[in-house]
Each structure stands twice: as structure tokens, then as C-alpha cells.
């Protein structure tokens, strides 16, 4: 069942245009995370999924609802800021119950002293009181419900936000990059929390972030945004290994993936080095086209064979792994390969080395960006006098 | 023993050295700290123990007679009366209003350095030049302000003329010089409001302006409103220009306020002792405000 | 809906504020207005903006010729000036080794700078002008100059900037081999700008408009600061001359309301950080 959907929406602040026309759905249950680099719109796509902002053109619907002029207020969706954006002066507990108060108290009611003399009212505060004892005991968070924001620390006003954006069984949860405030350890401890979070609550969860990481590891889908395009939604294994577009694969995956600038010719035949692709040309004449490998299907070795030749520029020591930074000697193009430490042992800065890379894992793009359909048809040792 | 000593020697100097250097940077504002503050501040407890009056030769230390004195002073008594209904007018009355205005001009996207400006031009103007202006407007027959009022049938009082109305109209002159003061401290204090709080009282329910005034706005000028209630309190106890300019006091007392008595009293009238022990309930006035501020209401304001 | 409820709201504020600044704006107004009104026109009708006979030149050489509006603007001047300058080189230095050396005596600075705040000219007055008194430096620069010459105010401002300031730029000026005079002067007065700044407009406006300390010390036209220079005119005026008693006011206020138009985006500031630091 499609809880949001979004269609065609489109913002520009002054002339400088935000979003360009994003559609897409999020069903019930399903986590889905937008991720891209600062500046693609994420944010302000989220903020007109909240209603803090309005879209300039494009209709939202909640729940089979049209929402699109309704206010924030009325659209039954709860958001963690990044800031956790806690009422300084509220203890923790006021600010849980702070949602639902607006909701279930009147104006009136909602006075002090003189909102306690209205009839109702001491019941539904015990009921608001119930509620956020419970919700604090689900986040065990209970000894905090006395403080106020000042006296937490980032964790725990993080968890108190998460509480007061899940106390009124919302019918979408926003989060605006809750992490990023958080110090490295905290940082992935609490990503499993808030998957887990996710899967109780099975509401459905738009996540903003701009660190990939975050994004393939704990969404079901991850929607990558890049200078106001939705480039890509699909689960994170798709995203990562079959990204649709040049901007997709170079933002996803560390280090980043390969990409070599070479031609397509006539036939639709691209050669590489010792690598020969079969893609399909549609201009019928010999075109630029990119190639992309990530570094882990690229593999290094000392012998003189391989697919190219290239030369060690550069190696990191990273523990489990090294990268090993290398430079083409024919085409001249950089080459980052992921390999192990045994591997690497033989290897020194300078030295010529042979690379080869998995077929079936190169990737052709066109010099739009787009992914052009290209399957291996053959691959030969590079010896070391000839030309790629 | 002896390498111990030159240790020693070497970890000290540098720190002296800075000490010194510290004190002598220091010194000049220290020197005009005691003569022109400290001093004169003790000083004017010592007088208001004496009997001290300019152009007489001698003096002698008469204890609490100068006190007792006041206490029974029906003069003194109605200066600290009309100063206290004066302050109860000007301070409420310019923080309200110049938080208003400032929520308004902070609400709106244009016009807002203009309408800044306006409000904010009487703090910059010469305020015994402007109280001239706000006689002649205050004037009982050829004044504007009761012309104004008499286009709607209504006969305007004798505004600084009668004892029954005088101090409010000093208010009024005092609330329009000191609103714009109070507003831009109060812009400022609302710019520096995290946007991302007023998103989250949006999707946290709060609908009304209302609704997002009490939950956000309100508590975030906590500190911004008690430091302009402080300020604002003791403009208002130390008002003199006006009512020196335009009533000295009158009609009938109906204007003296603190400053202008003391003034009277120490400058006019030469009685230097009595006029010190009536600075010093003045001093103890201020003092008092000042522990208000940090002492109780400054707990309540501050959330770290 | 939005829109139009948005549009209602923005009438009803604009309305408010522009009514608002009406009568903000009312005293200038009528300043400006009857500064150029004849006597008699001034007595018949009072609501009327436009004076029927221009009588600008008039009123504006009565008040000319009665006070010698250059005198006072003059003493003005370099009453504030002298006292701007005196404040400045006093707490800077001060307020720097308070912030940045460390000695014993910081922490009573400290706190005598926090009763020195508590302490206005209104209550030092009478000691000091007993003393003015028996030094015989009445109607002088120096006893209309003195009194201001420390400005705890100051300190207290200049400290909480200069703690801002990162000791590593002060320990690299050290090693540069710069005294700390020379780091006083070469360091941190650059990067103290802002605030000398927003401390000069505070002070000026402060003095400039002060009337209690004049009016005690001095009795002689020849020091009068501009609100005594108005104090005499009114008095020797004393009837019921508005016309020329508006242009007066005119002249007297127009030198800093003129200045703060110019300037009004440093005078904002000025007074918003000298107010919430203070």
C-alpha cells in the first residue's frame, strides 16, 4: 500500500531551482533514505513533505490524502531535526508530551492554572502522562524525563527527539540527518537503533542524510539526489551495483569508483586496454563514453600480465585492506584498486604493475552520464610494449 | 640544592614578569577606578552621616539624623511615590510595546530597516531637545496632541500643567524615547532564535501564532526579556531630563521624582549631607534591582 | 486560502507598524513644522502641517542669534571626543591584562568592575563636585572630561571580547618577539575594531545627550554641551516663542540624528552589542 507519494515536485528559491520535478512513493512499512551531496535539495524536499515549506509545482499525498495545502500541523507526520531542535526550557518529558498536548488539549486547557480548573482535562493529562511514560520506557530513556536538554548529552537528546517524533503514532516519520551530530561510535550504534526502532513501529520513514554509508546500511530503498534530480530509488544492493547513472556510482561506494574517458565506435565496440565491451551506439558514429569499475573488482599484480599497465603512485595502509593509488602508463588515467595487505606486500611506489579488472563488473556510461547497456566480449594480456 | 634554586628561578620569573607587565597596563584604570568611582561612592555613604553643607566651613557627623530626617521629608516621600508610579508606567508599558513591534518588523520581509529606523530614532535623538518638542505638542490650547484630541470632541487635560496628569505625560515621553532601545534588543534576541525550533512547534501541533509564541518564542527571550526589564527599571528610576527640562518638579511636586530631588537638595540648595543620604537610598534602590535580576529571576531564564 | 489569509495578515501588520511609526515620527513632524510657522500662525491652528508664511529664516536666526549654536557644538564635540579617547585607552589595556595575562589582582578587578557597574554618575556626583568645588575646576573641560574618564562599561565590554580572542594569536605575537604593549596596540586593537566601535556610539549618544553632570559642573555659557545650551535658551526664551524654540531644537538635534542616519547599520549594532554584553 503507498502511504506518500510525491509527484512531480518542483522549487526554486530566486531563480535557483531547488528541485526539478521529484516523483516517487514510499509504501507502508518502508524505510527510504535520501541521500546526496549538500546542496542537492534533500532537505528542502523533506521540509515540503513536512509542509514547512511549499513546492512550487507537484501534488503529495499522505495516505491516499491530498495534502498539499494542508499545514504542518494537520498532516499527521512527526520529524527529528538535526539539531534535535528540543524546547530549551522544557524537561525531557514536556518535550515528549508536547505533541500531544497540542493535539488533545485546547487552547484554554493548555493555560496554566487556569487550564486545570477545565473539566477533562486532569484525564486526558494523565493520559498524555501514560503515554510518554511509556514511550520513555521503550527508548529507556526513563531517568531522563526530569531533565532539560541543557543537562543531556547529544545521545540522549538525540533519543528524547526520536521519542517526541514516535509518542503520537505518526502516519510518516521524517528525519532530517538525526546522526550528524553525534561523535563516530555513537553514530553507528545508533543506526541499528533506529532500524530497530523502524521495524516496531513499521511506520513508514523518509531519512535524509548525506553520508552513504548511513543510507545503504539502513534503508530498504536508498533515493540518491543530485543538483535536484532523483537520479535513482532502488534497494542498496541495486543502487550500489548497478547504479543508473555516472553521478549515482561516483557518490556511492568509498573510495570511489573508477572512471576511465574512452571511445565507443561506430559498431557499438569499446576497447579498453586488453578489455573489449559490446554496447549498443545509437549514433551510428564513434562516440566518447566512460568507463567505471569500482576498486574492488580491480585487482593489482606484481608479474607483467593483466589487462593494462600502470605504474604505483601511491599505497594506503588501512589494516584490513590497502589502496593502492596507480596511473595508467598508456592512457594515463588513475586507477584506485582495493587490495589486501598480503597482496601489496611485494609492491613499492614506482613500480610498474599490470591491473586487471572483472568483466562482468565494468560499467559503461555515456557522456550524458546515463548507464549504456555493455556486456564483455573479450579480454586479452597487455604486454608490456603494446598500446591501449 | 643549588640547580634546584635556578630552577626555581627560571619558573618564576617569566610569571612575575607577566604579573608586573599585567599590573602596569592596569594600573592607570585602576588608579581613575578609585578616584572617580570607588571614592566618591564611599564618600557619599561617609556625608550622609554628616551634616555637610557646601559654602559652610565645618562639619560633624550626626548618625542617622539625616535618615530619620528623610523618613518624615513629605518631599522626599512624594519624589520616591511619583518615581515608583512613573517606572510602573514607562517599564511595562516600552517592553511590551517594543516587543510588539519588534515581532511585527521581525515578521515582515520588507520595510523592515525602515521601520527599524523610525522606532529607533528618538534613542538617537537629543532627548532635552525632544522633550521642548513634546511641551509644545503636550501644549493645553495650541498643542497638537489636544487639537487632535478635540477634532473627536474630546477636551484634552493640561498635560504637564496639572498635577493630576503630569506624570503621565512624562510617561508618555519616556516610554516613546526608550521603546526603540528595548527593540532592537529584542530583534536581535529573536534573530537569534534557532529557525529549526519554530519547524518543530509547527509539526509538534502548534497552529496558531499563539500557540508558537508561548512554545518557542516567548521562552527564547527569556534571558533578552529580563536583561530589558532590568534596563528598562532603572531608565525609569533614573529619570531627570524630562522633568528637569519641562515641570522642576511641579506642579505642586506632582513631578519630583528621586533625581531631581537629590538634585535640588545637593546642587540648589547646597545641603550636601542630607542630599547623600538620599543618594544612598537611590544607590540602594539599584542595588536591590540588580540582586532581583541575578539572584531570583535569573534561574529562571537561563536553561543550560 | 493561504494566500489571501496570508495577504490579511500582512495588511492588518503593515497597518499597525506604519500607524505605529506615525506617531514615532509625530514630534519630528511638527518639529519641522513649526519651526517655520510665524507666531500668530502657531496660535490658530495647531494640526496644520504647512506653514502658510514660510517663516524658516526668522525663527531659524532668532535661535542663531540667541545661543551661539557653534559653541555648544564645538564643546560637544570635544567634550565627547575627549572622553571617547580617554575611555578607550584606559580599558583597553586593562581590560586585555585582565583577559589575557595572568595576575592575582584579576579576579577583585573583576569584581570591583562589577560595582563600578552598579554605580552611576548620579551618585558620585555630589563627592566629585564637592571636590571640582574645593580644586576650583568648575566650567572647565577637565571637570565636564574627568568623571567619565574610567568606564567600567568599557572594560567590561573589552573583556568579553578580547577572551574570544584565541590565545595562540597572542603566544605567536610573543614569539614574533613583540612587548606586550606592542601586542596591545598591533594585535588586538585591529581585531577589536567591532567593539571599539559599537563602544564609541554607545558613548557618544550617552554623553552627547547628558544633561545631569553639565548642568552641575558647569554655569558658564562658554562650556555649555549642547542640552545646557538648550536648558539657557529656553530660559532666556520663556515666553511662548515655539517657532523659534522648534528651530533651535532643530539645530541642537540634528548633528547625531544626521549621523545616525548615515550610520543607523552601525548604530544598531552598536547599541544591540554594547546592550547585551552589558
Redesign the interface.
Known amino acids: 500500500m503507498t502511504v506518500l507519494s510525491l509527484r512531480g515536485i518542483a522549487k526554486s528559491y530566486g531563480g535557483n531551482t531547488i528541485l526539478k520535478s521529484i516523483t516517487f512513493e514510499a509504501e507502508a512499512g518502508e524505510f527510504i533514505a535520501l541521500v546526496g551531496p549538500s546542496g542537492c535539495g534533500k532537505s528542502t524536499l523533506l521540509r515540503i513533505v513536512a509542509g514547512l515549506d511549499h513546492a512550487d509545482h507537484g501534488d503529495i499525498a499522505i495516505a491516499g490524502r491530498d495534502v498539499s495545502r494542508v499545514p504542518a500541523a494537520d498532516r499527521n507526520i512527526a520529524m527529528v531535526f538535526q539539531s534535535y531542535a528540543l524546547y530549551p526550557h522544557l524537561t525531557a518529558g514536556q518535550n515528549i508530551a508536547v505533541p500531544l498536548a497540542m493535539r488533545r488539549l485546547t487552547a484554554m486547557q493548555r493555560l496554566p492554572l487556569l487550564g486545570s480548573l477545565l473539566p477533562g482535562q486532569r484525564q486526558i493529562c494523565a493520559d498524555i502522562q501514560r503515554q510518554v511514560d511509556e514511550m520513555a520506557s521503550s527508548l529507556k530513556i526513563d531517568h531522563l524525563l526530569g531533565r532539560k536538554p541543557g543537562q543531556m548529552s547529544g545521545g540522549q537528546r538525540q533519543r528524547v527527539a526520536l521519542a517526541r517524533a514516535m509518542v503520537r503514532r505518526p502516519s510518516v516519520f521524517l528525519m532530517d540527518e538525526p546522526l550528524s551530530n553525534l561523535d563516530a561510535n555513537l553514530r553507528v550504534h545508533a543506526r541499528g537503533e533506529i532500524v530497530d526502532l523502524h521495524r516496531r513501529a513499521g511506520v513508514p520513514t523518509l531519512y535524509v542524510t548525506h553520508d552513504q554509508s548511513e543510507a545503504l546500511s539502513m534503508a530498504d530503498r536508498v533515493a540518491v539526489m543530485i543538483g535536484g534530480n532523483l537520479l535513482q530509488l532502488a534497494d542498496p544492493r541495486e543502487i550500489y551495483d548497478n547504479p543508473a547513472h555516472i553521478e549515482v556510482a561516483r557518490f556511492l561506494g568509498q573510495p570511489k569508483i573508477n572512471v576511465l574517458e574512452t571511445r565507443m565506435d561506430a559498431s557499438g565496440v569499446v576497447r579498453f586496454g586488453g578489455l573489449v565491451l559490446a554496447g549498443e551506439n545509437r549514433s551510428a558514429a564513434e562516440t566518447p563514453v566512460m568507463v567505471g569499475v569500482r576498486p574492488e573488482f580491480v585487482r593489482v599484480r606484481a608479474d607483467n600480465g593483466g589487462m593494462l599497465r600502470a605504474r604505483v603512485e601511491r599505497m594506503e595502509f588501512l589494516g584490513s585492506e590497502v589502496i593502492v593509488h596507480t596511473r595508467l602508463d598508456a592512457i594515463g588515467g588513475a586507477v584506485t584498486i582495493k587490495s589486501t595487505p598480503s597482496e601489496a606486500a611485494s609492491l613499492s611506489t614506482g613500480m610498474p604493475v599490470g591491473v586487471d579488472v572483472t568483466p562482468e563488473r565494468v560499467m559503461l556510461f555515456g557522456r550524458d552520464g546515463e548507464r549504456l547497456a555493455a556486456k564483455p566480449i573479450g579480454m586479452m594480456t597487455v604486454l608490456e610494449t603494446a598500446n591501449g | 640544592m643549588a640547580s634546584v634554586a635556578t630552577v626555581d628561578r627560571f619558573a618564576i620569573e617569566p610569571?612575575a614578569r607577566?604579573?608586573r607587565?599585567?599590573?602596569l597596563?592596569?594600573l592607570?584604570?585602576?588608579v581613575?577606578?578609585f578616584?572617580?568611582?570607588?571614592?566618591?561612592?564611599l564618600?557619599?555613604i561617609v556625608?550622609g552621616f554628616t551634616d555637610?553643607e557646601?559654602g559652610y566651613a565645618g562639619f560633624r557627623f550626626v548618625g542617622f539624623e539625616n535618615y530619620a530626617e528623610l523618613v518624615s521629608d513629605r518631599t522626599f516621600l512624594r519624589s520616591l511615590w511619583n518615581t515608583a508610579v512613573y517606572t510602573i508606567i514607562v517599564a511595562p508599558a516600552s517592553i511590551i510595546l517594543a516587543l510588539a513591534?519588534a515581532m511585527?518588523?521581525e515578521?515582515?520581509t520588507r520595510?523592515r530597516?525602515f521601520?527599524?529606523?523610525?522606532?529607533?530614532?528618538?534613542?538617537?535623538?537629543?532627548?532635552?531637545?525632544?522633550a521642548?518638542?513634546?511641551q509644545?505638542?503636550f501644549?493645553p490650547t495650541?498643542?497638537?496632541v489636544n487639537?487632535?484630541l478635540a477634532?473627536f470632541g474630546i477636551a484634552g487635560p493640561n498635560w504637564l500643567g496639572a498635577s493630576g496628569t503630569v506624570l503621565y505625560g512624562l510617561a508618555i515621553i519616556g516610554v516613546?524615547q526608550s521603546?526603540?532601545?528595548n527593540m532592537?534588543?529584542f530583534?536581535?534576541g529573536l534573530t537569534a532564535i534557532?529557525r529549526?525550533?519554530y519547524?518543530?512547534a509547527?509539526?509538534?501541533?502548534?497552529?496558531?501564532w499563539?500557540?508558537r509564541f508561548r512554545?518557542?518564542t516567548w521562552?527564547?527571550l527569556?534571558p533578552?526579556t529580563l536583561?530589558v526589564t532590568t534596563?528598562s527599571v532603572i531608565n525609569s528610576v533614573?529619570v531627570?531630563?524630562t522633568v528637569?527640562?519641562l515641570t522642576e518638579g511641579g506642579p505642586n511636586k506632582a513631578s519630583e521624582v528621586l533625581?531631581f530631588t537629590?538634585?535640588q537638595e545637593?546642587?540648589v540648595y547646597l545641603r550636601?549631607g542630607y542630599?547623600?543620604a538620599m543618594?544612598v537610598v537611590?544607590?540602594a534602590i539599584?542595588?536591590a534591582l540588580?540582586f532581583l535580576q541575578y539572584r531570583v529571576l535569573d534561574r529562571k531564564v537561563h536553561?543550560? | 486560502m493561504i494566500t489571501t489569509s496570508l495577504s490579511m495578515g500582512r495588511v492588518a501588520r503593515l497597518t499597525v507598524l506604519s500607524l505605529g511609526a506615525l506617531i514615532f515620527l509625530a514630534p519630528y513632524i511638527f518639529m519641522i513644522s513649526t519651526a517655520g510657522k510665524a507666531q500668530s500662525e502657531i496660535f490658530s491652528s495647531s494640526l496644520s502641517l504647512i506653514p502658510q508664511q514660510w517663516s524658516y529664516i526668522e525663527n531659524f536666526s532668532k535661535a542663531l542669534s540667541r545661543v551661539s549654536m557653534s559653541t555648544l557644538f564645538i564643546n560637544g564635540v570635544i567634550v565627547c571626543a575627549l572622553i571617547f579617547v580617554v575611555q578607550v585607552v584606559v580599558a583597553i589595556p586593562c581590560a586585555y591584562a585582565m583577559a589575557k595575562l595572568r595576575f592575582q589582582a584579576a579576579r577583585t578587578m573583576m569584581l570591583l568592575v562589577m560595582i563600578g557597574l552598579l554605580v552611576p554618575i548620579h551618585a558620585t556626583a555630589l563627592p566629585l563636585y564637592v571636590a571640582f568645588d574645593r580644586l576650583s575646576v568648575l566650567n572647565s573641560y577637565l571637570a565636564l572630561v574627568a568623571p567619565f574618564s574610567i568606564s567600567v562599561f568599557a572594560i567590561f565590554l573589552f573583556l568579553q571580547f578580547f577572551r574570544a580572542i584565541p590565545d595562540d594569536l597572542i603566544q605567536a605575537a610573543r614569539l614574533d618577539g613583540m612587548s606586550e604593549a606592542g601586542i596591545v596596540v598591533r594585535v588586538v586593537v585591529p581585531n577589536a575594531w567591532p567593539a571599539i566601535t559599537a563602544f564609541a556610539i554607545f558613548s557618544v549618544v550617552a554623553h552627547w545627550n547628558d544633561l545631569f553632570w553639565p548642568l552641575i559642573v558647569v554655569t558658564n555659557q562658554d562650556y555649555a554641551t549642547p542640552p545646557l545650551g538648550l536648558l539657557y535658551f529656553r530660559a532666556a526664551e520663556a515666553g511662548d516663542d515655539y517657532g523659534a524654540l522648534m528651530a533651535a531644537t532643530l539645530i541642537i538635534t540634528l548633528p547625531l540624528v544626521t549621523a545616525f542616519l548615515l550610520a543607523q547599520k552601525r548604530f544598531v549594532e552598536g547599541i544591540t552589542m554594547t546592550g547585551l554584553k552589558g
Do not use: C, N
Open positions: 610569571a607577566e604579573a607587565v599585567a599590573w597596563l592596569a592607570p584604570a585602576i581613575l577606578l578616584l572617580f568611582i570607588l571614592l566618591p561612592t564618600a557619599v556625608l555637610f557646601l513591534i511585527l518588523i515578521a515582515e520595510g530597516a521601520f527599524r529606523t523610525v522606532y529607533f530614532l528618538p534613542v538617537a535623538s537629543l532627548l532635552v531637545a525632544m521642548t518638542v513634546w509644545f505638542l501644549h495650541i498643542g497638537p487639537a487632535f477634532t516613546w521603546v526603540g532601545f532592537v534588543l530583534l536581535a534557532p529549526e525550533l519547524a518543530a509547527q509539526i509538534d501541533g502548534a497552529k496558531s499563539f500557540d512554545l518557542v521562552p527564547m527569556g533578552t536583561f534596563i533614573k531627570f531630563e528637569k527640562t533625581l537629590i538634585y545637593g546642587f550636601v542630599a547623600s543618594t537611590f544607590l539599584l542595588v540588580m536553561y543550560a
